[in-house]
């Protein structure tokens, strides 16, 4: 059946709702910056990073107000992984350190540290992790880093040394060196 102005019934419906679907997904989007705006604002205030590039850096790694906890552990996983693989002597001071850090046992945060020490993460996030890394310690503002940049590096070379030399004392690689020393100048540069 026609209207008057030549549209039929059947082609107003796909119209209709052809609209609908169209303000549900303008809605959605909307929702979604809003979210995104408010966990920002969290990872603001919570890192004392205040620059738009950095904070988006950090949530594009994964990083939520909920898993912030981690992004000091990153170095040390750096050096963990910088053998190919994390040795159980590694993978156990590891998950300890994330429990002195609050990092509860099946919490989000402790999932993602558990994936970390399962698969390699990219190149990439050890790359941008210290580049945060070090800009928190520029804004020492934020709650979530209480640690120091001669911490983390004493962390990394207990990491280092957990798995080399004699009955697994003492002996640090030379891939393990070379990421003591990239990390060190990452967060010494500051």
């Known amino acids: 059946m026609s209207n008057n102005d030549g549209i039929t019934e059947d082609v107003r419906k796909r119209e209709e709702e052809y609209f609908r679907r169209k303000d549900r997904e303008l809605i959605e989007r909307l929702r979604q910056a809003a979210a995104d705006a408010e966990m920002r604002k969290t990872l603001e205030h919570a890192t004392g990073i205040h620059d738009a ?8 790694l994964g990083f939520t107000p909920e898993t912030l906890a981690l992004l000091p552990l990153v170095p040390v996983l750096q050096v963990a992984w910088a053998e190919g693989g994390v040795s159980a002597a590694e993978r156990s001071m590891i998950v300890n350190l994330a429990r002195s850090r609050e990092i509860a046992e099946g919490s989000a945060p402790d999932v993602q540290l558990q994936a970390w020490l399962d698969t390699r993460p990219p190149e990439e996030t050890f790359r941008k992790a210290s580049r945060l890394i070090g800009a928190m310690l520029d804004h020492p503002a934020g709650a ?3 640690v120091s940049a001669d911490d983390l590096l004493k962390y990394c070379e207990q990491i280092a040394q957990a798995s080399g030399g004699l009955f697994g004392i003492g002996r640090v690689s030379a891939e393990e060196k070379a990421a003591l020393q990239q990390i060190s100048a990452q967060l010494k540069s500051r």
Do not use: V, Y
Not at 53 to 60: C, P, T, W
């Open 53 to 60: 590039a950095q904070l988006e850096e950090l949530q594009s």
């Open 144 to 146: 979530e880093m209480q």
